[in-house]
């Protein structure tokens, strides 16, 4: 068994790409900062901030999603798995891309006067309502689960 699990916090770096394919399949392209705290050793040594920059894809809903909603400096939370491919620069020279192909996403910074459906999961309908919380009248004392 194996697994491939990448979780992410962090903020983003630019405002996605996004492209569509021949077929409609929108994909989108960004890139998400995650930083480590700078910190001091017990013997007095300095360790300064490592920030570190992921390539981030998304594919489909959540593309269309990140084209509307997501902007610079928003902070997200992802899931996801790594890829990495190869291909050819101009020069010829073979390079490597490593990617975190996203299959759900939450925006973590708040928005004020847009929907709900703005705060976007993966393909997660928000409720139009809130359902009301039962009043105590409405339940009787034999349901109580303890």
Do not use: C
């Amino acid at each position: 068994m194996s697994v491939n699990k990448v979780i992410l916090i962090g903020n983003v770096g630019k405002d996605p790409e996004v492209r569509y394919l021949d077929s409609g399949v929108a994909v989108a392209s960004l890139t998400l900062a995650t930083s480590d705290r700078a910190y001091t050793l017990a013997n007095g040594t300095q360790v300064p901030e490592r920030t570190e920059w992921h390539n981030l894809v998304l594919w489909r809903g959540l593309a269309e999603t990140a084209e509307k909603y997501v902007h610079k400096g928003d902070k997200l939370y992802v899931e996801g798995k790594i890829r990495t491919r190869s291909y050819d620069d101009q020069a010829g020279a073979k390079r490597y891309i490593t990617e975190i192909f996203v299959d759900s996403m939450e925006m973590l910074t708040p928005r004020t006067g847009t929907s709900a459906a703005a705060s976007g999961l993966s393909g997660q309908q928000v409720p139009a309502q809130p359902k009301p919380a039962p009043s105590v009248e409405d339940s009787p004392a034999d349901d109580l689960p303890f």
